[in-house]
């Protein structure tokens, strides 16, 4: 069946959950990506294609909640060498300006480029003609370029959700400009922020030689293609409305108890990632405590680790890193029945986060690099009495939007430290003040507004010009 909107991505937007008694079902995954995609997919008859993880090779197309999904297969060989090598032993780290050293291997490129041209001509199969396809992210930059020589028909859009690093990070990469021509087959190329999209103008134009003006390429076949900032956002009615919740009132308030009424609870939650910074605010905190600033029973710090990539050598490091720093900090610094930092390496249903994000005087997210960052939204939107204190990272994409939290380097410790001790001793007053400018903020501006704006200059872009240009000379 050919369809008039395909969603070419590397995850399906639901997991495979097996029962006990053996059966497979599916469970809706969690993230706005699907909630923002789903009514466009249902007002296009759009299909939504990706892999379900493991490495099942007989894989039928399904319908979940009236959605229809088409798994794509990976071998093992390819989940180590496509999805655990190449996009994020290469891709993930140098696109967050290197704060881990990437890994450059041939074998992981080749299969890299097997990987997407199999989802390549997956999507060619399923698109109607004249369809609208729309790829994203780093694990699928080569589609755009591959779809459009099978398939020039199509109307092609594409979304990175991370980071786009400057020109001295991605000449690095020994493929350089295969990912960049391959991003040039869509015809709208779309990041998290301004300074993401013309690294990639900047970069065509020097490393491609192709002709630019601002935020277009011109391309020698008549074509354009046009990248530009939209930021994602989040379903902050959504988020709100579960923040109030009766269970969700109940569960916060249980919390709160659990940890002894202390003053002020700091909260980080976050997938356990080196990028995240999560050491360094732990690092913070204890010293606060330490120097006497704070103490332990009038402030606790809640830090949920998200378990990621626990196949990856580094990301099992950095656990280990984590789960040593926690230990020390508690044996340092708690008393019996009261430790200063409560660590769960774990992940937490939609309602458990909300109740975490409501019972969080102090939100503290600080990654040395990250292309948005929706846990900074979903704190704000759930704070449905404008209170509460975001201390943020002015290297999420999130602090471009959210200015009125407390903006930190993490890399300056002493600078970490007197933030979150501002937002700590800050008047209610000023926290009202600000948290209304970020609630309004984010509820002009959700997950809905984001799909809309995308889909509506994709196809109402025009794609062609008349310029006289040269080939492709860079290199």
Same mark, same amino acid.
């Given at each position: 069946?050919?369809?008039?909107?395909?969603?070419?991505?590397?995850?399906?937007?639901?997991?495979?959950?097996?029962?006990?008694?053996?059966?497979?079902?599916?469970?809706?995954?969690?993230?706005?990506?699907?909630?923002?995609?789903?009514?466009?997919?249902?007002?296009?008859?759009?299909?939504?294609?990706?892999?379900?993880?493991?490495?099942?090779?007989?894989?039928?197309?399904?319908?979940?909640?009236?959605?229809?999904?088409?798994?794509?297969?990976?071998?093992?060989?390819?989940?180590?060498?496509?999805?655990?090598?190449?996009?994020?032993?290469?891709?993930?780290?140098?696109?967050?300006?290197?704060?881990?050293?990437?890994?450059?291997?041939?074998?992981?490129?080749?299969?890299?480029?097997?990987?997407?041209?199999?989802?390549?001509?997956?999507?060619?199969?399923?698109?109607?003609?004249?369809?609208?396809?729309?790829?994203?992210?780093?694990?699928?930059?080569?589609?755009?370029?591959?779809?459009?020589?099978?398939?020039?028909?199509?109307?092609?859009?594409?979304?990175?959700?991370?980071?786009?690093?400057?020109?001295?990070?991605?000449?690095?990469?020994?493929?350089?400009?295969?990912?960049?021509?391959?991003?040039?087959?869509?015809?709208?190329?779309?990041?998290?922020?301004?300074?993401?999209?013309?690294?990639?103008?900047?970069?065509?134009?020097?490393?491609?030689?192709?002709?630019?003006?601002?935020?277009?390429?011109?391309?020698?076949?008549?074509?354009?293609?046009?990248?530009?900032?939209?930021?994602?956002? &989040?379903?902050?009615?959504?988020?709100?409305? !579960?923040?109030? %919740?009766?269970?969700?009132? *109940?569960? $916060? =308030?249980?919390? #709160?108890?659990?940890?002894?009424?202390?003053?002020?609870?700091?909260?980080?939650?976050?997938?356990?990632?080196?990028?995240?910074?999560?050491?360094?605010?732990?690092?913070?905190?204890?010293?606060?405590?330490?120097?006497?600033?704070?103490?332990?029973?009038?402030?606790?710090?809640?830090?949920?680790?998200?378990?990621?990539?626990?196949?990856?050598?580094?990301?099992?490091?950095?656990?280990?890193?984590?789960?040593?720093?926690?230990?020390?900090?508690?044996?340092?610094?708690?008393? &019996?029945?009261?430790?200063?930092?409560?660590? !769960?390496?774990? %992940?937490?249903?939609?309602? *458990?986060? $909300? =109740?975490?994000? #409501?019972?969080?005087?102090?939100?503290?997210?600080?990654?040395?690099?990250?292309?948005?960052?929706?846990?900074?939204?979903?704190?704000?939107?759930?704070?449905?009495?404008?209170?509460?204190?975001?201390?943020?990272?002015?290297?999420?994409?999130?602090?471009?939007?959210?200015?009125?939290?407390?903006?930190?380097?993490?890399?300056?410790?002493?600078?970490?430290?007197?933030?979150?001790?501002?937002?700590?001793?800050?008047?209610?007053?000023?926290?009202?003040?600000?948290?209304?400018?970020?609630?309004?903020?984010?509820?002009?501006?959700?997950?809905?507004?984001?799909?809309?704006?995308?889909?509506?200059?994709?196809?109402?872009?025009?794609?062609?010009?008349?310029?006289?240009?040269?080939?492709?000379?860079?290199?």
């Amino acid at each position: 069946m050919a369809h008039d909107l395909v969603i070419v991505a590397n995850r399906l937007p639901v997991d495979r959950v097996t029962g006990k008694d053996g059966k497979t079902t599916w469970r809706r995954s969690p993230g706005g990506l699907v909630s923002a995609i789903e009514p466009v997919m249902r007002a296009h008859d759009g299909v939504w294609m990706g892999w379900p993880g493991g490495t099942e090779q007989r894989l039928r197309p399904f319908k979940d909640d009236g959605l229809s999904l088409v798994p794509m297969s990976m071998s093992a060989e390819e989940v180590e060498e496509h999805y655990e090598g190449f996009s994020n032993g290469t891709l993930w780290p140098l696109y967050h300006d290197v704060v881990a050293k990437p890994e450059f291997h041939r074998e992981w490129w080749d299969s890299y480029v097997k990987v997407n041209q199999r989802f390549a001509e997956k999507a060619a199969d399923l698109a109607a003609k004249g369809a609208t396809v729309w790829v994203h992210d780093y694990q699928m930059q080569l589609v755009p370029k591959m779809l459009r020589e099978l398939r020039p028909d199509l109307r092609i859009g594409f979304y990175l959700h991370i980071p786009f690093p400057p020109a001295e990070l991605f000449q690095q990469l020994p493929w350089r400009r295969q990912i960049l021509e391959g991003l040039l087959g869509a015809d709208l190329v779309g990041f998290q922020l301004p300074g993401a999209a013309q690294n990639f103008i900047r970069l065509v134009r020097q490393r491609v030689g192709h002709k630019t003006h601002r935020d277009t390429v011109y391309l020698p076949d008549g074509r354009t293609v046009r990248a530009a900032a939209f930021p994602i956002s &989040i379903d902050a009615a959504g988020f709100e409305e !579960l923040a109030r %919740s009766e269970a969700v009132t *109940e569960r $916060a =308030a249980a919390i #709160r108890d659990a940890l002894g009424n202390p003053t002020k609870i700091f909260l980080g939650i976050d997938r356990l990632d080196y990028t995240k910074g999560i050491h360094a605010r732990l690092r913070a905190f204890g010293e606060l405590i330490h120097d006497g600033d704070l103490s332990v029973g009038d402030a606790v710090f809640v830090q949920v680790a998200v378990p990621s990539r626990e196949r990856v050598e580094h990301y099992r490091n950095l656990r280990d890193d984590i789960e040593l720093l926690v230990g020390r900090l508690n044996g340092d610094l708690g008393r &019996i029945g009261t430790p200063a930092i409560s660590y !769960l390496h774990t %992940s937490y249903p939609r309602e *458990e986060m $909300a =109740a975490l994000y #409501r019972v969080a005087d102090v939100m503290v997210v600080t990654p040395y690099r990250d292309g948005m960052n929706l846990v900074a939204k979903e704190y704000v939107a759930c704070r449905i009495h404008d209170d509460g204190a975001l201390v943020l990272s002015e290297f999420a994409g999130a602090a471009d939007e959210l200015r009125q939290a407390w903006l930190v380097n993490p890399y300056d410790m002493n600078g970490m430290k007197a933030a979150l001790l501002d937002a700590y001793r800050a008047e209610p007053k000023e926290l009202t003040k600000r948290m209304k400018a970020m609630r309004k903020q984010i509820a002009q501006h959700d997950v809905k507004a984001w799909a809309d704006s995308f889909m509506t200059s994709l196809e109402n872009d025009d794609n062609e010009h008349t310029k006289s240009v040269r080939p492709a000379t860079g290199g």
